[in-house]
């Protein structure tokens, strides 16, 4: 199981998404020079929580989703259809993440400025169609091989 190439690319996924999850996505700069850390669980504006709870969800269902991913090496079409869910919800993801943008930048009159932690989630997604790719040859080799016994 390990040994399979999908295997660590579908491993890395989950990594990546893990610490998407931790890291800031961005910065909004207030008009009274205060900064503010947006987070994928939410952003702290003096003394309210703003909570952007979707991006997280998106974040954490993609991680449990690529991990199980991992497992289902028996079932290889399965395997693929997850990954292709997978990256959807991924983009998914940049939609919820440009919504809540939009919304935050009005409520709290800011620039935002983006982090280098945002472009984790697009890494996972093309090792997800890496995965996708190598998990498709894999279904090749074995139909070739049940066709030579």
Same mark, same amino acid.
């Given at each position: 199981?390990?040994?399979?190439?999908?295997? @660590?690319?579908? *491993?890395? %996924? #989950?990594? =990546? =998404? @893990?610490?998407?999850?931790? =890291?800031?996505?961005?910065?909004?700069?207030?008009?009274? #020079?205060?900064?503010?850390? *947006?987070?994928? =669980?939410?952003?702290?504006?003096? +003394? %309210?929580?703003?909570?952007?709870?979707?991006? $997280? +969800?998106?974040?954490?269902? /993609?991680?449990?989703?690529? !991990?199980? /991913?991992?497992?289902? $090496?028996?079932?290889?079409?399965?395997?693929?259809?997850? /990954? @292709?869910?997978?990256?959807?919800?991924? %983009?998914?993801?940049? !939609?919820?993440?440009l919504a809540f943008i939009y919304v935050l930048?009005?409520?709290?009159? #800011?620039?935002?400025?983006?982090?280098? /932690? !945002?472009?984790l989630p697009l890494v996972a997604i093309i090792?997800?169609?890496?995965?996708? &790719?190598? @998990?498709? &040859?894999?279904?090749?080799? %074995?139909?070739? #091989?049940? &066709?030579? &016994?």
């Amino acid at each position: 199981m390990i040994q399979r190439i999908q295997t @660590i690319y579908l *491993l890395l %996924v #989950a990594a =990546l =998404l @893990i610490s998407s999850m931790c =890291l800031p996505v961005g910065y909004f700069m207030g008009p009274d #020079a205060a900064l503010y850390t *947006l987070k994928p =669980l939410g952003i702290q504006v003096g +003394g %309210v929580f703003n909570s952007t709870w979707g991006m $997280f +969800g998106i974040l954490l269902l /993609s991680t449990i989703i690529a !991990l199980c /991913s991992v497992f289902l $090496f028996k079932n290889r079409m399965l395997q693929i259809r997850m /990954s @292709i869910f997978n990256t959807i919800l991924l %983009v998914g993801y940049y !939609l919820t993440f440009l919504a809540f943008i939009y919304v935050l930048k009005d409520d709290l009159d #800011a620039s935002y400025r983006l982090a280098w /932690s !945002l472009c984790l989630p697009l890494v996972a997604i093309i090792f997800n169609i890496l995965a996708i &790719r190598a @998990i498709g &040859r894999d279904e090749v080799m %074995v139909r070739t #091989a049940d &066709r030579l &016994r």
